[in-house]
């Protein structure tokens, strides 16, 4: 519709050297062993749950008039759905897209977010590795920004060498500050 | 060795804290630099704060059981206690803060038990504003505070300094920043600019004290009556009557409670008019007096440096802005002055005004009066060949939806009890939650055609609001980042809200056609894509 009417930016001549970048371009998906640590965090997230509800049939139950068994069986069905379905929702959800000069973090299944960040605008980078993630060789690389809204830009479920390799290739972009 | 301990961060820019703080033991100023202490008067106004502090224990630990003697005697002996205490404090305090101007930075050493020396870089000072309260003023006193653009409470500041030594040491600031910039300026092959001591100013704006009182006008705030009814609430016991009992308040005041009953209804609507009208001079006279005392004689001025604002009547402020820190600018008003054409004027960055996110620059201004303002900020009006694009339709069919659904289902919920309950009153409940129903979609309905955004070469641009329009204006330039974000009903219904990343405030637009959205993200990305943050300070 109206994106051709759109006004030429003013661009300094050092606008030419990067490449054209396509931002709508197919995304890159994450690590597959992304998927199996989400299952994991979701699995553990669970077990509090299934507990409670294996308290409430062993003590609760008799003295209301709720059929034994359909507390905890619900609450068996949900999580079984929590521990595979939803994490290869959210998987298929996500990916990221490295370009010369950017890069573009997609996630969300209702609430989907789709968040570019120029090189240029990095603070400062991190690469962190949790319990599961060290597991499954995985990493989340975080970019900084002086923004308020997205001032930290999370991407996990990268392969933890590829992130840092993308690390030092962000970290290279970034000019030295002249003093 | 205190060379050594000098902050050596890179400090990327704004985000970074570029105070660094150490907890040791004193180093002495090793280069022959002054050490100096603020003002010993200082002492006293710590002294006369203490006894601010101990005025309210004393009274309530003296009045608690209602006037004994001996209790009258405890309070003012703790509130001596308080004071002597309060005065000690605040003499050890001066005794052992130093401040000293060295060479690269200034460093001010402090603490009574645990020392803390802080370092601040000129490079990193902005600016220094100077503050003065209505007792320091009377002794000529100011509050020097440096900015670093930290935010928040993380600026260095001395209270209190005399007058003449604030001044000296805003030059000192100007001087040992100018010599760098120069210094540097000739490095890049350009010519250095003539390093002047009077800092050559030009009034953009300013407001004599008719333009205050109008501005108090509008300011009508019933704030007062809310303070002192819970003040009144807090400490009714301090009060030798009972302010609740309204029976005795009756009588007090007119005698006889059925005298008032005699005068007739129409001296009973008489003095619900006069409640009323003194109300309303209440609330009048709270917004001159608080509208007064915080914008009196404002002027804005710009300086070779930045923006530099001076206002207030008992609490004068003099705060710089330099303007690379403006990162974008907002222009509201409000539902009655935007009849008279008044508009207010606030830039947006990282530091903060007074605890507010936002510096004012122009609180109660015409358009024609904000517009050279702007300009000189370094942005510009929206022009008439500006693009101005709506949010999309379906955004505003789904909204008014959104905004009606609550009342809907108000309406069920009530209509389903009270037919069983009450159903005298089903019609009369009923009806009035299907009108707010039917209004929240009207307004949102209405509020759509307001919502615009424009994109032109430099700026992006978005206007807001039905009655009181309010737009703000952003640099493509000094964005950090961009998102585009769906819910799940925009998801299936083809719109996106936009987020920018901008360094100390917030700048979305709402419910835009996705294509849009993206057109717009990939224009700004370009513009941001082309220069590095740390070129931002010299654009």
């Not at chain 1, 396509?22 to 597959?32: G, I, Q, R, V």
């Not at chain 1, 959210?90 to 609430?111: C, P, T």
């Not at chain 2, 990282?350 to 201004?365: C, E, I, K």
Request: charged share 20%.
């Amino acid at each position: 519709m109206d994106e051709h009417t759109l006004p030429a930016a003013d661009t300094s001549p050092a606008a030419s050297e990067f490449n054209p970048v396509d931002d709508e371009a197919e995304l890159t998906k994450l690590h597959p062993n992304y998927v199996h640590a989400l299952r994991l965090q979701a699995m553990l997230t669970s077990i509090p749950v299934l507990i409670g509800g294996l308290i409430f049939e062993g003590a609760i139950v008799e003295e209301t008039p709720i059929p034994g068994g359909l507390v905890l069986g619900v609450l068996v069905l949900l999580s079984l759905a929590f521990i595979i379905r939803l994490p290869a929702r959210r998987f298929a959800a996500r990916g990221y897209q490295m370009s010369a000069d950017r890069l573009r973090v997609v996630r969300g299944i209702l609430w989907n977010s789709d968040t570019v960040v120029p090189f240029g605008r990095v603070q400062h980078i991190d690469l962190d590795q949790g319990p599961i993630e060290r597991f499954f060789g995985l990493g989340t690389l975080t970019l900084h920004t002086a923004g308020s809204h997205n001032a930290s830009v999370h991407l996990p479920g990268l392969e933890h060498s590829l992130a840092s390799d993308m690390r030092e290739e962000i970290r290279a972009h970034i000019k030295r500050e002249s003093m | 060795m205190s060379e050594a301990e000098l902050p050596n961060t890179p400090a990327r820019g704004a985000a970074s804290v570029p105070v660094v703080r150490h907890s040791e033991d004193m180093p002495v100023a090793a280069d022959g630099s002054e050490q100096k202490r603020t003002e010993p008067l200082s002492v006293a106004l710590g002294l006369l704060g203490s006894i601010q502090n101990a005025i309210i224990p004393v009274l309530l630990v003296a009045f608690s059981n209602r006037g004994e003697g001996y209790a009258l005697i405890a309070g003012l002996g703790i509130g001596a206690v308080i004071v002597i205490f309060g005065g000690f404090f605040s003499y050890l305090r001066w005794r052992k803060l130093t401040y000293t101007v060295r060479e690269q930075d200034i460093r001010v050493e402090s603490g009574v038990i645990s020392r803390t020396a802080r370092s601040v870089p000129f490079e990193r000072i902005q600016d220094v504003s100077l503050e003065q309260k209505l007792l320091p003023r009377l002794f000529g006193l100011v509050a020097v505070k440096f900015e670093t653009g930290a935010g928040g409470g993380e600026d260095l500041s001395l209270a209190y300094l005399t007058e003449d030594e604030g001044e000296r040491l805003r030059q000192v600031v100007r001087e040992r920043r100018e010599s760098r910039d120069s210094a540097a300026q000739v490095a890049d092959g350009e010519e250095a600019p003539p390093v002047t001591k009077e800092e050559p100013a030009q009034t953009l704006f300013a407001m004599d004290q008719r333009r205050v009182l109008t501005f108090g006008l509008f300011n009508f705030s019933l704030a007062v009556v809310a303070v002192l009814a819970g003040f009144t609430q807090q400490f009714d016991f301090l009060l030798p009557f009972d302010l609740w009992d309204f029976d005795a308040w009756e009588e007090r005041l007119v005698g006889q409670s059925d005298m008032l009953a005699a005068l007739g209804p129409s001296a009973q609507i008489a003095g619900g008019v006069i409640a009323a009208l003194s109300l309303i001079a209440l609330g009048i006279a709270t917004g001159l007096i608080r509208t007064s005392l915080r914008e009196w004689s404002f002027l804005l001025e710009r300086t070779p440096r930045g923006f530099r604002r001076r206002r207030g009547l008992l609490t004068k402020t003099d705060v710089v802005m330099p303007i690379h820190r403006v990162q974008g600018i907002k222009i509201g008003t409000r539902f009655i002055r935007y009849r008279f054409g008044w508009h207010g004027l606030k830039f947006i960055s990282l530091a903060q005004d007074a605890g507010a996110a936002n510096h004012d620059v122009a609180p109660f201004a015409k358009l024609s009066e904000i517009e050279p303002i702007v300009v000189e900020a370094g942005f510009h009006m929206p022009g008439e060949d500006a693009e101005w694009h709506r949010a999309s339709e379906n955004y505003r069919t789904d909204s008014m939806i959104v905004d009606s659904v609550f009342f809907i289902i108000a309406a069920m919920v009530a209509g389903t009890a009270l037919s069983i309950f009450a159903p005298e009153w089903f019609v009369p409940v009923v009806l009035i939650l299907i009108g707010l129903a039917v209004v929240s979609a009207a307004a949102a309905l209405y509020s759509w055609q307001f919502k615009r955004h424009a994109l032109d070469s430099t700026q992006i641009m978005a206007r807001s609001g039905v009655f009181s329009p309010s737009s703000q204006i952003a640099t493509r330039l000094k964005l950090h980042s961009v998102e585009i974000s769906r819910g799940p009903i925009a998801q299936r219904r083809g719109y996106a809200s936009l987020h920018f990343g901008l360094a100390g405030g917030e700048f979305s637009i709402p419910g835009i056609p996705v294509e849009r959205a993206r057109a717009v993200r990939k224009a700004v990305l370009e513009t941001i894509a082309a220069t590095d943050f740390s070129q931002l300070e010299n654009v």
